[in-house]
């Protein structure tokens, strides 16, 4: 079944992602460790849905006690969590958010007795653990939606214009799941309508958050934090000690110089650009941004990048970038950096053309040539 496989593919992602968030140092953070907890939780969600549609609970009844228990009480526990660190607000520090780990505490007591009294181990009446379940439901309906307007109130403190977008889309895509989830509860109890088919609609949902909390949450942000913290240590002087425009270059001083060598005062002024202002750096370089800066014709930068180098122009640029993703790759401040974020701030415009030039130049791929100097 189409249906299932989607589910299946979303909890093997969701919890090999988890794992990864937890192992990796590239991602190691406080705020990460909670966003990985919160998709774990929602594969086991997900993963009940798949039991129950492929009747496991049938063939393995002691399973039921994974669904019993109420997972979407600590699913938007994690989410604020999260917040609350990736803002860096003060209230994460609070002991008082234990709190809110109760009402999951709570379900998992009920669902244990549950257990117990169906392998005919009564521990409670009938009428008594109805009551008990009854107070859970009404827990489910006033505490997940009052997390959810609680996490809201955090938002506002991110001060990255980006990052706050981004928690705003995240807490929007759990708000609709776990709102709709409590809407379906209500619709069951008081109208006694059949909510399987929603719930599958709401499981597809669950499915999306995984996907996009993968590229979006983890890779693409981390990766816009990267180059951003890659960004202020070159400016720092973490790799070059050139960081100020050099005098030594003075056209009128040198005279005209028309020979095609290195001595030719045109090339020594782009060789000034590079080593000095690291112009290689900006993406969108080419031969007319360099033509208009040395104030010649873009025929001319190639014919004398390609006469004194015996390379062409993208060629004698990506030469720069390169080095310059050795040199971070051999500083330790720069390791816990992703390479991709280091290629890209080195002036490379994708991981595709990082990774080719880097292997046509050094042999290897940027992981090989990590690996190779440890």
Known sequence: MIYTTLLNIAIFQGIVLSVVILKSPLFRSTANKYLAYAIFTLSILILNLVFELTEAFSTIPFLRLLDNIEWAFVFP???LLFVVNQVNHPV???????????????????SIINV???????????RLFGILNQIEFFLAIGFIPSVLIYTYSFLKFSIEKQEKKWLAILWAIVSILLFSWVFALLL????????SYFMKI????????????????????????DQAGINTLLKNGSIDSHNKVSSDFNPEMEGKKEALTADNQYFKKLELL??????????????????????????????????????????????????AVKKMILNS?????SLLAIGLESGFTSKTTFYKSFKKVTGMTPNEYRNSIK
């Open 274 to 323: 590079c080593k000095n202002h690291q112009i290689y750096r900006d993406n969108s370089l080419n031969r007319e941004r360099i033509a208009e800066e040395l104030g010649i014709s873009a025929g001319y930068v190639s014919q004398l990048v390609n006469t004194v180098t015996g390379e062409n122009f993208t060629n004698y640029i990506n030469q720069y970038r390169i080095d």
């Open 333 to 337: 401040e720069f390791e816990n950096y």
């Open 116 to 126: 117990l009294n169906v392998y005919s181990f009564p521990i409670l009446e009938m």
């Open 92 to 110: 994460r520090n609070s002991k008082k958010l234990l709190w809110l780990f109760f009402p999951f505490g709570y379900s998992g007591i009920i």
């Open 77 to 79: 526990v994690f989410i």
């Open 188 to 195: 069951a109890l008081f109208l006694n309508y059949e909510i």
């Open 202 to 225: 709401l499981a597809l949902l669950a499915t999306f958050l995984i996907h996009w909390t993968a590229y979006i949450g983890i890779y693409k942000f981390k990766l816009v934090r």
